[in-house]
């Protein structure tokens, strides 16, 4: 028989990267915290709702037994609403750390196969995607990954096993065609390296993330 004390201290800590989560996103968009922040966020910021229900569907999905379906069902149906009235498709699968802005939103599709780090900053119009290598052997499919701090601007496209370094900046209309280093701008089609050793480019940045994060 499980005991209903160590079930309910397994919640609170399969809970607790969450709640930091939603604090960091939170903080993103308002350059500090608090509950009646949080509720303003879901209610009048249209790109705050789905990465809010993602973090309640990848949570929930933790749940034991027939409990997970009677959670998680009802918080994937407010998923689908969220993307629709934000028109993003950010499946809630996708792997999003702490401190996540999705500015403007239009458009925005993000693969569930991508990794993104924390304090990524998002336009409309991105898509960070699968690419699909073909040949006669078979085929091979990748996904990006977006290191901490990475600022991608409006329409660009980021697509297969691609690393976007920490820090580095993705100018509107770039299409990424290899890695990108850390701290780097690069633009246009294709791509190329406008500077090298750029600050990172985050307003309100979740400053606790990587504290509360690092002593789990």
Known sequence: MNDPISHDKRMRSQFAPIWLALQADVTRIYGCFNLRLLFKAFL???????????????????????????????????HLLNQQLAAVDIPWRTRIGAGFRLTHG?????????????????????TIGQKD???????????????????????????????????????????????????????????RVIKTDAPPDVVNPAAFVEKKYSSQ
């Open 44 to 78: 009048i910021v249209r790109t705050f709702r789905p990465i809010c229900s993602l973090r309640l569907c990848q949570w929930a999905n933790n749940w034991p037994g027939i409990i997970r379906p009677c959670v998680l069902w009802p918080l994937r149906i407010l």
């Open 106 to 126: 239009w458009g925005a599709v993000i693969s569930p196969g991508a990794m993104i780090g924390k304090n990524v900053t998002v336009f409309h119009g991105v």
């Open 133 to 191: 290598n073909i040949s006669f052997e078979g085929r091979e499919t990748t996904y990006p990954t977006i290191e901490d701090e990475v600022w991608i601007g409006p329409h660009a496209v980021i697509a297969g096993g691609i690393t976007i370094g920490c820090g580095s900046r993705i100018a509107p209309g770039t299409i990424v065609t290899g890695n990108v280093e850390p701290y780097s701008i690069v633009g246009g089609n294709p791509m």
